[in-house]
């Protein structure tokens, strides 16, 4: 099945420093998302980006669908940026619609 | 913005206990799902469910497993006899009727203890 990897595994910032996170998969895609998962457990949908880039205040993320990768950033981060940041696909033309999750990113922004 | 619900937040169990987990999917979706997050790890799908039976089931959804619509609205995660393993943060999500190339939307999730 398609494998997902997600790095750094780890990621300690300053408070207001700038970040990315890269997730890369090994197979087509026709769904991709990001989660932020808080420390009380909670998967906060952050974008749905199977291609392209979007943007939400102070993150962005870009999926090149072509070279199977996608980025996650986050500019001047916040203490309440920390947690767990997880990309999840769906393989084209494969199952009935599950996604796969990689194994996240920890992030830990320190004031 | 419509959400997924999912009730008990928390729920704790003896070992050898049947739990039922319940979720409200948002009300125009017809996919539903059950995703599992042992602690510390990774979120691992269980089932999807489309039209009333189940659509696809992974290696971790046995016999001890089943998912039920009872109604238009509640869509349930049974586990027949608990085992400490079975403890973990469970979620639900849904996604609309076209299911590729539209986001699922999760639930808060339960997180179920085991003793």
């Known amino acids: 099945g398609i494998q997902v990897e997600q790095s750094p595994p780890d990621l300690i910032l300053q408070e207001g420093a700038n970040s990315t996170l890269r997730c890369n998969f090994s197979?087509?895609?026709?769904?991709l998302q990001w989660f932020h998962q808080n420390p009380w457990g909670q998967l906060i949908n952050l974008f749905y980006?199977?291609?392209g880039t979007k943007q939400n205040g102070r993150l962005s993320a870009t999926t090149v669908a072509t070279e199977r990768y996608s980025l996650l950033y986050i500019s001047s981060s916040q203490t309440t940026d920390s947690g767990v940041y997880f990309c999840?696909?769906?393989?084209?033309?494969?199952?009935?619609?599950?996604?796969?999750f990689g194994k996240g990113t920890k992030l830990s922004v320190k004031p | 913005e419509p959400e997924v619900t999912q009730t008990p937040s928390h729920q704790v169990t003896q070992m050898g206990q049947e739990v039922i987990l319940r979720c409200v999917p948002i009300?125009?979706?017809?996919?539903f799902y059950w995703y599992r997050q042992i602690l510390g790890q990774k979120v691992e799908f269980l089932v999807s469910?489309?039209?009333?039976?189940?659509?696809?089931k992974s290696e971790i959804f046995d016999d001890q497993f089943s998912v039920e619509r009872p109604d238009g609205s509640n869509f349930t995660l049974k586990i027949r006899s608990t085992k400490l393993e079975d403890s973990a943060m469970y979620f639900c999500?849904?996604?609309?009727?076209?299911?590729?190339?539209?986001?699922?939307?999760f639930g808060d999730g339960t997180r179920l203890s085991i003793l």
């Open positions: 999500a849904s996604s609309v009727l076209d299911r590729v190339f539209q986001p699922q939307h």
């Open positions: 999840a696909v769906m393989n084209y033309g494969g199952s009935q619609g599950n996604l796969i």
């Open positions: 009300s125009n979706h017809l996919y």
């Open positions: 469910f489309y039209n009333n039976e189940i659509s696809e």
């Open positions: 197979d087509s895609v026709n769904n």
């Open positions: 980006i199977p291609s």
